[in-house]
């Protein structure tokens, strides 16, 4: 009996990928849930695994194919060498994703995930002491297995709230040709297109105020030792302005909301896309139920996306579902399924800026969300006090 | 008339025959040239099995000798049947061969009876043993013809009075004085044979310790317990001439320094100053394959020389020249040219002496991490501490576990010890997973066994050693 290697279901807003490699040559055996294919979607490098046990009989779509969802992939055929059912080890990796019922994640494999029942004493033991989300810590053990060093290095990356690393100085123009013609990644194509789409069918507005930081400095002055010592973790910025950015949009829940169609969503939880920048583009983990974490739970959850986005280990379940996406450097474009673009742009001049639909928004809630969000963070009490 | 193949192999050893064996399992068709009598190279016929089954008959003898009595057993009149000893040593060798043979039939695989010569890629000429020759097509030939014992200039091996390894396994009377020169593991083995049977047992060494490979705390002790057994030693010593007569051979030393020279008289020499790869009369050189500059065949990582489709694995090519290294090579070979993807990890290699008490490793030594600049922490438990082996009265030993001070990981493990041998496998599996030490020492080991000291030596580095 064959079974057939479809394209697994992307996501909410993917509609297909190429095929990068196969890992896996006609006729090798395989094995259920071994990876057979990376296959890379706009968003994020998907590792496709086998549905079955045998031998992969024929590659339906070679490297470099584009295939949509549900496509077809390959063939394995029943056969002798591969034919044990598989191990009862085999845990399905989803299991390590939070449930979220309003944001229903995507079923995307991410094998990459650290696998912690498989993983030694020692790396348990410290996951579980340290209350660390071990699907966040990238495994360098056999076959995903967390190492003890890989959970102390988590620990410590963790308190050191990763300001990225110097780029590497420029090459000095020697004699390479004055331009240079790259294919673009599907990843970069795709921020192209939705960002013009974006354009296109929202009523995009931007909004401008500024913020004066002084009290968050001197909070993070006074505190900044003392958090990090009882948090493993440093305070940044970013926790204080998703806080501000949660306390405006429970009063303009407009903000907060978006167009289906003839209909307006409101959304009652607040799960924030926090822009991170890679080498291969800007990608927007979202930080779920925000409003019901806590300053140190906010920045160890962004230290560890950023570390997961460098390493592209991102599953499609952290990148979709956003409700409200916060950026410190990108001015343009919601890679979310949201079709409005919101945003706030912080610089370091504290320039703060709001970019929304204009279809849901009204220039005075506008106004207001960001002086909301100004008052917040000038006067961070009002964040203690509800006001 | 010629035969076609998907693979030859050039030599049956244990490198050799696993290939072969594996290869057969995956579908191909497989014929392995194998010139001697009967299949298994060295380590079969010659090397780790007679050895092995002559350490064990000999430990017999002396702990009937000698322990049974601490243990109330009485015995008089305990006598050696040295023929018996080889007798039974060389059955050993037959069943385990015939063996092998019995897998090349399982698995479908031709015994070409002769010596090999590689005429190009693709083709194998075979002098038959039985007479003629014949030429064999094939799509990819395997080098597997392992290793020869390096000769000692001015110390010709005669295998009578002046032997090598193969001749030290069937000395047919036990030598009142064994001169063994070189202090590996070669000579320590067959040297602890001799000694346990009655010979007198002098060590000739040019470096100023045994077993350079070894972990020098543990080399150190290996000495140590050696000398307490009765093998006298004398390092940093080098042997420049032998004289044979009737009555023996007068060997010449002089310190590797330099200075006076002595002579020492032997009845019997054992020449194990190491082993070199076997190439002679292969047919590399017209075959185009090039070698480094030990004389060791070139590979990849794939174990492909620089002409593709010949290949070569064991002790011909870099590396430990240890039979459990060949077989791996040998799966990963057969499985790299049947489109799979594995991987050996030559950091997890372990090594046995089969001294007694024996002594294993696998990863670093404590010099090397050191010599790294890796900072480290060391965790030893010594047999003396472990119940079991009181209650077998082998106290000997102890076991070192060397791991990276910041991530726990192990990075070596040293034992010297009862079954040193048999107990390293578990460390060689935690290196494997990148087990940390506290991963050991969290893992439930049974009690009373001397695997217990490896779970206190690896508790030593985190949380403390519970019975020291």
């Given at each position: 009996?064959?079974?057939?290697?479809?394209?697994?279901?992307?996501g909410?807003?993917v509609t297909?990928?190429?095929v990068?490699?196969?890992?896996?040559?006609v006729?090798?055996?395989?094995?259920?849930?071994?990876t057979?294919?990376?296959?890379?979607t706009?968003?994020?490098?998907?590792d496709?695994?086998s549905?079955a046990?045998?031998?992969l009989?024929?590659?339906?779509?070679?490297?470099?194919t584009n295939?949509g969802?549900g496509g077809?992939?390959g063939?394995?055929?029943?056969?002798?060498?591969?034919?044990?059912p598989a191990?009862?080890a085999?845990?399905?990796?989803?299991?390590?994703?939070?449930?979220?019922?309003?944001?229903?994640?995507a079923?995307?494999a991410?094998p990459?995930?650290?696998?912690?029942?498989?993983?030694?004493?020692a790396?348990?033991?410290?996951v579980?002491?340290?209350k660390?989300?071990?699907?966040?810590?990238?495994?360098?053990g056999?076959?995903?297995?967390?190492?003890k060093?890989d959970?102390?290095a988590?620990?410590?990356?963790?308190?050191?709230a990763a300001?990225?690393?110097?780029?590497?100085?420029?090459?000095?123009?020697?004699?390479h040709?004055?331009?240079?013609?790259?294919k673009?990644?599907?990843?970069?194509?795709r921020?192209?297109?939705?960002?013009?789409?974006?354009?296109?069918?929202?009523?995009m507005?931007t909004?401008?105020?500024?913020?004066?930081?002084t009290?968050i400095l001197a909070?993070?002055?006074?505190?900044?030792d003392g958090?990090?010592k009882?948090h493993g973790?440093?305070?940044?910025f970013?926790s204080?302005?998703v806080?501000a950015c949660?306390?405006?949009?429970?009063?303009?829940?407009?903000?907060?909301?978006?167009?289906?169609?003839?209909?307006l969503?409101?959304?009652?939880?607040?799960?924030?896309g926090?822009?991170?920048g890679t080498?291969n583009?800007?990608?927007v983990?979202?930080v779920?139920?925000?409003?019901l974490m806590?300053?140190?739970d906010?920045?160890?959850?962004?230290?560890?996306?950023g570390?997961k986005?460098?390493?592209?280990?991102?599953?499609?379940a952290?990148?979709?579902?956003?409700?409200?996406?916060?950026?410190?450097?990108g001015?343009?474009?919601?890679?979310?399924?949201?079709?409005?673009?919101?945003?706030?742009?912080?610089r370091?001049?504290?320039y703060l800026?709001?970019s929304?639909?204009?279809?849901v928004?009204d220039g005075?809630?506008?106004v207001?969300?960001?002086?909301?969000?100004?008052?917040?963070?000038?006067d961070?009490?009002?964040?203690?006090?509800?006001m | 008339m010629?035969?076609?193949?998907?693979?030859?192999v050039?030599?049956?050893g244990?490198?050799?025959y696993?290939?072969?064996?594996?290869?057969?399992?995956l579908?191909?068709?497989?014929?392995?040239?194998?010139?001697?009598v009967r299949?298994?190279?060295?380590?079969?016929?010659?090397?780790c099995i007679?050895?092995?089954?002559l350490?064990?008959?000999?430990?017999?003898f002396?702990?009937?000798?000698?322990s049974?009595?601490?243990?109330?057993?009485?015995?008089?009149?305990?006598s050696?049947?040295?023929?018996?000893?080889?007798?039974?040593?060389d059955?050993?060798?037959?069943?385990?061969?015939?063996?092998?043979?019995?897998l090349?039939?399982?698995n479908?695989?031709?015994?070409?009876?002769?010596?090999g010569?590689?005429?190009?890629?693709?083709?194998v000429?075979?002098?038959?043993?039985a007479?003629g020759s014949?030429t064999?097509?094939?799509k990819n030939?395997?080098?597997?013809t392992?290793?020869?014992?390096?000769?000692?200039?001015?110390?010709?091996?005669?295998?009578?009075?002046?032997?090598?390894?193969?001749?030290?396994?069937a000395?047919?009377k036990?030598p009142?004085?064994l001169?063994?020169?070189?202090?590996?593991?070669?000579?320590?083995?067959l040297?602890?044979?001799?000694r346990?049977?009655g010979?007198?047992?002098?060590?000739?060494?040019f470096?100023?310790r045994?077993?350079?490979?070894?972990d020098g705390?543990v080399?150190?002790?290996?000495n140590?317990?050696l000398?307490?057994q009765?093998?006298?030693?004398?390092?940093s010593?080098k042997?420049?001439?032998?004289?044979?007569?009737?009555?023996?051979?007068?060997l010449t030393l002089?310190?590797?320094?330099?200075?006076?020279?002595e002579?020492?008289k032997?009845?019997?020499v054992?020449?194990s100053i190491g082993?070199?790869?076997?190439t002679?009369?292969?047919?590399?050189?017209?075959?185009?394959v090039?070698l480094d500059?030990k004389?060791r065949?070139k590979?990849?990582?794939h174990f492909?020389t620089?002409?593709?489709?010949?290949?070569a694995?064991?002790?011909v090519?870099?590396?430990?020249?240890?039979?459990?290294?060949?077989?791996?090579?040998?799966?990963v070979?057969a499985?790299?040219l049947?489109?799979?993807?594995p991987?050996?990890?030559?950091?997890a290699?372990p090594?046995?002496?089969?001294?007694w008490?024996e002594?294993?490793s696998?990863?670093?030594?404590?010099e090397?991490?050191?010599?790294?600049g890796?900072?480290?922490k060391?965790?030893?438990?010594?047999?003396?501490?472990?119940?079991?082996?009181?209650?077998?009265?082998?106290?000997e030993?102890f076991?070192?576990?060397?791991a990276?001070?910041k991530?726990d990981?192990v990075?070596?493990?040293h034992?010297?010890?009862?079954?040193?041998g048999?107990?390293?496998a578990e460390?060689?599996?935690a290196?494997?997973f990148g087990?940390?030490?506290?991963?050991?020492?969290?893992?439930?080991h049974?009690?009373p066994?001397l695997?217990?000291a490896?779970?206190?030596?690896?508790?030593?580095?985190?949380?403390g050693?519970?019975?020291?």
């Amino acid at each position: 009996m064959a079974t057939e290697i479809k394209v697994p279901p992307l996501g909410e807003s993917v509609t297909e990928g190429t095929v990068t490699r196969w890992l896996k040559k006609v006729g090798d055996s395989v094995k259920i849930d071994e990876t057979l294919i990376e296959f890379e979607t706009d968003k994020v490098t998907v590792d496709v695994p086998s549905p079955a046990n045998g031998v992969l009989s024929e590659i339906s779509a070679p490297e470099g194919t584009n295939v949509g969802v549900g496509g077809l992939l390959g063939v394995i055929a029943e056969g002798a060498a591969g034919a044990k059912p598989a191990p009862a080890a085999a845990a399905p990796a989803a299991k390590v994703e939070a449930p979220k019922p309003a944001a229903a994640p995507a079923p995307v494999a991410a094998p990459a995930a650290a696998d912690l029942d498989r993983s030694g004493p020692a790396a348990r033991k410290l996951v579980e002491e340290n209350k660390l989300d071990a699907a966040s810590i990238p495994a360098t053990g056999k076959d995903g297995r967390l190492t003890k060093g890989d959970v102390l290095a988590a620990i410590e990356t963790g308190s050191a709230a990763a300001p990225a690393a110097a780029p590497a100085p420029a090459a000095p123009r020697a004699d390479h040709p004055r331009e240079q013609r790259v294919k673009m990644t599907r990843l970069r194509q795709r921020i192209a297109q939705r960002l013009k789409e974006a354009q296109n069918t929202a009523a995009m507005l931007t909004t401008f105020n500024e913020v004066d930081m002084t009290a968050i400095l001197a909070i993070r002055e006074a505190y900044k030792d003392g958090f990090e010592k009882k948090h493993g973790v440093k305070l940044g910025f970013m926790s204080f302005f998703v806080k501000a950015c949660i306390a405006a949009l429970k009063e303009l829940p407009a903000v907060n909301a978006e167009i289906s169609g003839d209909e307006l969503i409101y959304k009652n939880y607040y799960d924030i896309g926090v822009a991170v920048g890679t080498e291969n583009g800007l990608v927007v983990p979202v930080v779920r139920d925000a409003d019901l974490m806590s300053f140190s739970d906010i920045e160890k959850q962004i230290g560890a996306y950023g570390k997961k986005a460098r390493d592209g280990k991102l599953s499609m379940a952290e990148l979709t579902g956003g409700t409200f996406t916060i950026s410190n450097g990108g001015v343009y474009g919601s890679l979310m399924s949201t079709p409005i673009l919101n945003k706030i742009e912080i610089r370091p001049m504290m320039y703060l800026a709001l970019s929304y639909d204009h279809r849901v928004i009204d220039g005075r809630e506008a106004v207001t969300f960001l002086v909301r969000v100004k008052d917040a963070l000038e006067d961070p009490q009002r964040l203690l006090l509800d006001m | 008339m010629t035969d076609s193949y998907d693979l030859v192999v050039i030599g049956s050893g244990p490198g050799g025959y696993i290939a072969a064996i594996r290869a057969a399992q995956l579908g191909m068709k497989v014929a392995c040239v194998e010139k001697y009598v009967r299949l298994g190279g060295t380590c079969l016929n010659v090397g780790c099995i007679p050895s092995k089954a002559l350490l064990q008959s000999s430990e017999k003898f002396e702990e009937a000798s000698h322990s049974f009595a601490a243990h109330g057993v009485k015995l008089s009149g305990v006598s050696l049947d040295l023929d018996t000893m080889l007798a039974r040593k060389d059955k050993v060798v037959a069943d385990i061969t015939k063996g092998v043979e019995f897998l090349f039939r399982k698995n479908k695989i031709t015994w070409l009876q002769g010596t090999g010569k590689i005429l190009a890629a693709g083709k194998v000429e075979v002098a038959l043993t039985a007479g003629g020759s014949q030429t064999i097509e094939t799509k990819n030939i395997l080098i597997a013809t392992g290793s020869e014992v390096m000769p000692l200039p001015g110390v010709e091996v005669d295998e009578k009075q002046i032997v090598s390894s193969t001749g030290a396994i069937a000395i047919p009377k036990v030598p009142k004085h064994l001169v063994v020169i070189g202090g590996g593991y070669i000579g320590l083995e067959l040297g602890s044979v001799w000694r346990r049977l009655g010979s007198e047992v002098t060590v000739v060494e040019f470096l100023d310790r045994i077993t350079p490979g070894l972990d020098g705390e543990v080399g150190k002790q290996l000495n140590r317990v050696l000398a307490k057994q009765g093998v006298q030693f004398k390092l940093s010593t080098k042997v420049t001439g032998a004289k044979k007569s009737k009555s023996g051979v007068t060997l010449t030393l002089e310190p590797a320094a330099g200075g006076p020279a002595e002579e020492l008289k032997a009845d019997v020499v054992l020449v194990s100053i190491g082993r070199r790869p076997y190439t002679e009369g292969l047919g590399l050189a017209e075959a185009g394959v090039a070698l480094d500059d030990k004389k060791r065949v070139k590979v990849d990582g794939h174990f492909q020389t620089n002409v593709p489709g010949i290949y070569a694995i064991g002790d011909v090519i870099a590396g430990p020249m240890l039979a459990h290294k060949a077989e791996e090579e040998g799966v990963v070979f057969a499985e790299i040219l049947a489109g799979q993807k594995p991987h050996l990890n030559y950091d997890a290699i372990p090594a046995v002496v089969y001294t007694w008490p024996e002594v294993a490793s696998v990863g670093k030594t404590e010099e090397e991490v050191k010599a790294s600049g890796v900072e480290y922490k060391v965790g030893k438990f010594p047999f003396l501490a472990n119940g079991r082996a009181k209650a077998n009265g082998d106290t000997e030993g102890f076991v070192k576990f060397i791991a990276d001070a910041k991530t726990d990981r192990v990075l070596g493990c040293h034992i010297i010890g009862p079954d040193a041998g048999t107990m390293i496998a578990e460390c060689a599996l935690a290196m494997e997973f990148g087990a940390s030490s506290e991963d050991i020492g969290r893992t439930c080991h049974a009690h009373p066994t001397l695997n217990e000291a490896v779970k206190e030596a690896a508790l030593a580095i985190t949380s403390g050693a519970l019975n020291m």
